[in-house]
């Protein structure tokens, strides 16, 4: 594919170079018509003058009275010429014709007839034929000029316009060039500033750019952004995670390296180990709901959340779960996809993990979007609310669980400059959780 610089390069050449063909078509039209113009109506003239020296003699005999034309008619080839034909007496010609012979074709009286012919000399001549009635006789009246200075002058200037729209047509290619140049050393900083952000000398791209480049920084830093936000509570989750198997993992030690009794000893290395099971088995629930993200930034609600309940049924075979769902079929987030995905499924993974057989979500369009999730289950304190979104807390110790779902919403609404409520809730009496986040929406 070719770059943008011969794109523009190869598009700008070709429409100049119409245009200047264009305008010399034009130019050569224009000349050609003002040169007839001039010179047909100098024939006009002169078919005039000559018809007013037709006389007739005493004797009824007609002639051409030469006293009362231009002596330019006597000089051979002198390169204006004259042909004066009767119907019923002959023909007069100009004595600057010599032994040359003007044609013309027969026409009815008034009508007339422009040619471009040659002449003595191969003279390239423009005549203009005539028809009168005058003295009971039909008169034919040929009149020519010789117009090879014209052409020649018109040949010079079409050489020095073609001369001077060639070197207009590489001055302005030359100056688009630089010009293009100068457009695109904005990409060319943002390339070298990639490269940069690759090695880890600065952590953005400049956006100081062109209007029709911006956009393109600021998306570019706003990924950038995105996947440092994401891969900060990535790594946060597998710091969390490996801590708590650590933790579990030196009680396990500890225990195989008690005095107990060999069955109190297996049954205490059961315990740890299914602990250390079930913690693996909550991450990869939590992956699997994470796998339903997508690239993309106008998300469905109804679809991701219907997606969602279908994965966390399955997740929790052994609850009977009715999701009950408030959400307008039509209603679309422009909000990264694999960040609603997470919110709305740590929060729905919450929810299913504690309640006992309800959970309500509901979602609207209010300045944004605001996501309501409601259980039946056991709830909070309401002095431990608070303490919901710190990493690795827990309200129940004997739950399996990281601690880390709610720290994560917390992470991806702050990111948003969103706001998190933790409430009890008055319909179903267990935890309700309130976000909302100030992005586009529509029904």
């Not at 110790?397 to 998190?420: F, M, N």
Request: net charge negative; aromatic share 6%.
């Amino acid at each position: 594919m070719r770059s943008i610089q011969q794109r523009l390069f190869i598009g700008l050449t070709v429409i100049l170079s119409l245009l200047l063909v264009i305008q010399w078509l034009w130019l050569t039209v224009s000349i050609d018509r003002f040169i007839q113009k001039q010179i047909v109506g100098h024939l006009q003239e002169q078919t005039e003058s000559l018809l007013a020296s037709i006389k007739m003699t005493t004797d009824g005999k007609l002639f051409v009275n030469v006293d009362n034309i231009s002596d330019v008619y006597d000089r051979p080839f002198s390169g204006e010429y004259y042909r004066v034909t009767s119907s019923e007496q002959g023909e007069w010609l100009s004595r600057s014709l010599w032994d040359f012979s003007l044609s013309e074709a027969h026409l009815n009286t008034g009508e007339r007839q422009i040619l471009f012919i040659s002449g003595p000399e191969e003279q390239a001549l423009i005549s203009l034929s005539m028809a009168y009635h005058k003295l009971g006789e039909n008169f034919t009246i040929t009149v020519a000029q010789d117009i090879s200075a014209s052409l020649a002058e018109k040949k010079q200037f079409q050489i020095l316009f073609t001369a001077f729209a060639l070197l207009g047509l590489i001055v302005l290619v030359w100056i688009q060039t630089q010009l293009i140049k100068k457009a695109l050393k904005p990409l060319q900083r943002a390339q070298r500033q990639l490269e940069q952000l690759d090695r880890g000398d600065i952590e953005q791209v400049d956006e100081l750019a062109p209007t029709e480049i911006r956009p393109l920084l600021q998306e570019l830093n706003r990924l950038i952004n995105g996947l440092h936000q994401k891969t900060h509570r990535s790594r946060q989750a597998l710091g969390n995670l490996a801590h708590r198997l650590k933790t579990e993992l030196t009680l396990l030690n500890q225990q195989v390296n008690t005095d107990d009794e060999p069955k109190v000893l297996q049954q205490n290395v059961y315990q740890q180990s299914e602990t250390i099971r079930l913690l693996i088995d909550r991450e990869l629930k939590r992956a699997r709901l994470l796998g339903l993200a997508t690239p993309g930034h106008n998300v469905l609600m109804k679809v991701l959340t219907q997606d969602l309940v279908d994965t966390l049924v399955l997740i929790y075979p052994d609850k009977t779960i009715h999701f009950k769902q408030d959400i307008d079929d039509f209603l679309s987030v422009q909000v990264d996809r694999e960040d609603m995905t997470e919110l709305l499924g740590n929060l729905l993974d919450n929810a299913a993990k504690w309640c006992e057989h309800q959970v309500n979500v509901t979602v609207s369009a209010e300045q944004g979007i605001k996501l309501l999730i409601e259980d039946d289950g056991p709830g909070c304190d309401s002095d431990l609310l608070f303490e919901l979104t710190r990493r690795g807390f827990r309200a129940d110790e004997s739950t399996i669980g990281s601690g880390l779902g709610l720290a994560i919403v917390y992470d991806i609404v702050e990111s948003y400059g969103g706001q998190l409520q933790f409430d009890t809730s008055t319909l179903l009496g267990g935890l309700q959780v309130t976000v909302h986040l100030q992005v586009s929406s529509s029904v």
